[in-house]
C-alpha cells in the first residue's frame, strides 16, 4: 500500500457570526485534510466502521478520536460521544473529550456504538516491537491467511507463504495466484496455466510493519499472548499486534488504514519449503 504523506491543510477554522440582541457566537469548524497524528506517548486502538476508520488515542485524561474516509480524508460533521462525553473538534477527522475512563469504553459516532477496551496500565512495547521486527526476519518461513477489506462489502481472502532469502507465494481465494521466487514471478488465474514475468527482488520474511513506528504500548499479557498497539505514521496505520510472549512470533496482526482493514492470521513458522516454481 502506498504510503501517503499530506500535509494537514488547517486544523481549525474560527466563525464568528451575529446573534440576536448584537450577541457573539462562536462555531469552531474543521477544514478538510488529513487528521493530525495521534498524541506523542497516547495509547492507541483502531477499529473499522463502515467505510470508515476510527481511532483512539488515549493520554491521561483525554482521548482523542480520529475519523479517516476512504480517501484519505479526515471525516467531519460527526456526533461523537466517548464514555459518554461529548467530543469538540480538534482538527480535521478529529474530536477529542475530556475522560479517564479505561476498560471497556464506548464510543458512539452517529448513533453507532463501537466499544474499545483500553488498558489501565499499559506499558512501553517500543523495544519489544523491535525484538519482534528482528526475529520475524530471521524466520526461515511463515505461513498466514490474510483478511483484507476495503468496506462492508468488498473483502479478499489470501493464504502467503513467505519464505528467505525472497520467496513468496499467495493464493487469493475465488481470484489468482502468484509465486516470486528472487527475480523470476509467475501468475496464474486458474492454478495450472502459468505466465512467467520478471520481478524485483523481495526480501523475506518481511513483517507486515516498518520501522520507525510510534505510539508502541503493551495492552495485554497472558500466559501465551501478548498483545500490543502502535502506529505507523508513513502510511498511517493503526496496529495491534499479538505475539507468542515466549518465542516473541506472530499470532495475529491487526492493521486499520484508510480503506485497508486487514487481519492476518498466523498458520506455520519455520516450517519446510513449499516455495517452488510451478510445473
Not at 440576536?20 to 462562536?26: I, S
Not at 469552531?28 to 485534510?33: L, S, T, W
Not at 462492508?152 to 532469502?165: A, I, K, N, S
Request: charged share 20%.
Amino acid at each position: 500500500m502506498q504510503a501517503r504523506r499530506v500535509l494537514l491543510l488547517s486544523t481549525v477554522v474560527l466563525v464568528v457570526a451575529g446573534c440576536g440582541g448584537g450577541a457573539t457566537k462562536l462555531r469552531v469548524e474543521a477544514a478538510k485534510g488529513v487528521p493530525p497524528a495521534p498524541p506523542a506517548d497516547a495509547v492507541v486502538l483502531a477499529l473499522e466502521n463502515g467505510f470508515n476508520a476510527v481511532a483512539l488515542a488515549v493520554e491521561p485524561q483525554r482521548m482523542r478520536v480520529t475519523v479517516v474516509g476512504p480517501d484519505g480524508q479526515g471525516v467531519n460533521h460527526e456526533q461523537i460521544t466517548v464514555a459518554g462525553v461529548p467530543t469538540t473538534v480538534c482538527g480535521a477527522g478529529c474530536y477529542e473529550a475530556t475522560t479517564s475512563a479505561r476498560g471497556a469504553v464506548t464510543m458512539v459516532v452517529n448513533g453507532r456504538r463501537l466499544v474499545y477496551h483500553v488498558p489501565r496500565v499499559a506499558p512501553s512495547a517500543a523495544s519489544l516491537l523491535a525484538d519482534a521486527g528482528r526475529v520475524f526476519r530471521r524466520l526461515r518461513s511463515v505461513h498466514y491467511v490474510e483478511r483484507l477489506a476495503s468496506s462492508p462489502f468488498d473483502q479478499l481472502l489470501t493464504r502467503f507463504t513467505l519464505e528467505g532469502p525472497n520467496r513468496v507465494a499467495y493464493r487469493i481465494s475465488g481470484g489468482s495466484d502468484a509465486i516470486v521466487i528472487g527475480t523470476r514471478r509467475w501468475d496464474s488465474a486458474d492454478g495450472v496455466h502459468w505466465q512467467r514475468s520478471e520481478s524485483g527482488l523481495l526480501p523475506q520474511p518481511t513483517p507486515p510493519w516498518t520501522a520507525p513506528v510510534t505510539n508502541a504500548h503493551v495492552l495485554s499479557r497472558t500466559g501465551d499472548t501478548l498483545r500490543n498497539s502502535f502506529y505507523e505514521p508513513s502510511i498511517p496505520a493503526w496496529f495491534v499486534l499479538t505475539l507468542d510472549p515466549r518465542t516473541k512470533h506472530p499470532r495475529n496482526v491487526d492493521m486499520t488504514a484508510t480503506a485497508h482493514f486487514m487481519r492476518d492470521r498466523y498458520t506455520a513458522i519455520n516450517g519446510p519449503r513449499r516455495i517452488f516454481p510451478p510445473r
